[in-house]
């Protein structure tokens, strides 16, 4: 890391580097050893998820982990999964992405007033992280969303992500309950800090391939997202 890396460059370099939760690093790593045949060429990522995005992001898309075969290959969130088939065209068609197709962390990708995280940074069994493993990511976040100083909005994928961002509120004095604070898709709450949170169902195969979330519906989110952050 370069002298003149900002914060948020030696942040994701600190994530990328992370050896905490010893399960996790372990799985990681075994995936990427014996890969899946389809990608028996790829030289997997295999390490922690670094963040991407614009960092004068005004909306933060918030996820749940990367996926084994997907961003633990890749190195890029959503990318090179079936969540990041349905998300980034909807992230291109709202005006927040470069282009519709995400293929590796090489393929020309930007993002524009937007910044992806999740709460989880490694691939975990099963897309289940113990309560422990998201205890043990949770200062990532804490940290990064104090480097995003021109956040306004943070779109919320999934039940755990959600309250993962709740978990944050409540740490940072923003939130002392969680009274009326209920997730379902195009919920919408603010914070004391002023933040805007929207709720939204994940972008999984399990979601999008039986309608449960459909494009319309997604694009709806980020429509809304833009127009509270202030994008037009």
């Given at each position: 890391m370069t002298k003149s890396a900002s914060p948020l460059q030696v942040l994701n370099a600190g994530i990328a580097g992370c050896e905490r939760c010893e399960r996790l690093r372990s799985y990681c790593a075994e995936v990427?050893?014996?890969?899946?045949?389809?990608?028996?060429?790829?030289?997997?990522?295999?390490?922690?998820?670094?963040?991407?995005?614009?960092?004068?992001?005004?909306?933060?898309?918030?996820?749940?982990?990367?996926?084994?075969?997907?961003?633990?290959?890749?190195?890029?969130?959503?990318?090179?999964?079936?969540?990041?088939?349905?998300?980034?065209?909807?992230?291109?068609?709202?005006?927040f992405a470069s282009q519709a197709r995400a293929e590796s962390r090489d393929d020309g990708m930007r993002l524009d007033g937007l910044w992806i995280s999740a709460v989880v940074r490694c691939a975990p069994p099963g897309n289940k992280p113990t309560v422990e493993e998201l205890r043990m990511c949770a200062s990532w976040l804490d940290e990064e969303m104090t480097l995003l100083a021109d956040l306004r909005v943070v779109v919320c994928l999934g039940r755990i992500a959600f309250d993962g961002l709740l978990g944050?509120?409540?740490?940072?004095?923003?939130?002392?309950?969680?009274?009326?604070?209920?997730?379902?898709?195009?919920?919408?709450?603010?914070?004391?800090?002023?933040?805007?949170?929207?709720?939204?169902?994940?972008?999984?195969?399990?979601n999008t391939n039986t309608g449960k979330l459909t494009r319309p519906m997604f694009l709806e989110i980020f429509k809304r997202a833009r127009v509270v952050a202030g994008l037009g």
């Open positions: 990427a050893r014996t890969r899946r045949r389809a990608y028996a060429e790829w030289e997997y990522w295999g390490r922690p998820v670094p963040s991407f995005g614009d960092e004068t992001a005004r909306v933060l898309v918030l996820g749940l982990a990367p996926g084994a075969h997907g961003s633990n290959r890749t190195g890029r969130p959503f990318t090179g999964d079936g969540s990041g088939e349905f998300l980034y065209p909807v992230l291109h068609e709202a005006g944050w509120a409540r740490r940072t004095g923003q939130l002392t309950g969680r009274a009326g604070f209920t997730f379902g898709h195009g919920a919408e709450f603010s914070l004391a800090g002023g933040l805007t949170v929207i709720a939204s169902y994940h972008p999984s195969l399990q």
